[in-house]
Nanobody, 114 residues
Framework: QVQLVESGGGLVQAGGSLRLSCAAS????????MTWVRQPPGKQRKFVAG???????NYADSVKGRFTISRDNAKNTVYLQMNSLKPEDTAVYYC????????WGQGTQVTVSS
C-alpha cells in the first residue's frame, strides 16, 4: 500500500528557507512522477511542483525561481527546497504520486510570518 510521510515544515520569517522531505513506500518509487501540493488555510489544495521519473521538473508560476523539487530514488524520497519564503506560502504541504489516486500523507505545516 502506498505510504507517504512528509516532514521538514515549521515556522519561518519571510525571506527564510525550509527543506521539506517526503519518504515514500509501497510502490516502485523510481518509476513514477512525484508532486508537491499545498493547501492554504480555508482554500483548496493546489499543485506546487512535480518531477518525473526521468528528472523533468515543473512548477506553479507562484513558486518558480524560489522552490526546487528533487528526488533521491535510492532513498525513495522527494524533496522541496523552499527559498525566499513569503507569507502567502503558508499552507499544509503534501507529497503525492498522481498515478495512484487517493493516497495522501499527513502533510507538514509551513507557516511564514511577516
Amino acid at each position: 500500500q502506498v505510504q507517504l510521510v512528509e516532514s521538514g515544515g515549521g515556522l519561518v520569517q519571510a525571506g527564510g528557507s525550509l527543506r521539506l522531505s517526503c519518504a515514500a513506500s509501497g510502490f516502485t518509487f523510481s518509476s513514477y512522477t512525484m508532486t508537491w501540493v499545498r493547501q492554504p488555510p480555508g482554500k483548496q489544495r493546489k499543485f506546487v511542483a512535480g518531477i518525473t521519473s526521468g528528472g523533468i521538473t515543473n512548477y506553479a508560476d507562484s513558486v518558480k525561481g524560489r522552490f526546487t523539487i528533487s528526488r533521491d530514488n535510492a532513498k525513495n524520497t522527494v524533496y522541496l527546497q523552499m527559498n525566499s519564503l513569503k507569507p502567502e506560502d503558508t499552507a499544509v504541504y503534501y507529497c503525492n504520486v498522481p498515478y495512484y489516486l487517493g493516497y495522501w500523507g499527513q502533510g507538514t505545516q509551513v507557516t511564514v510570518s511577516s
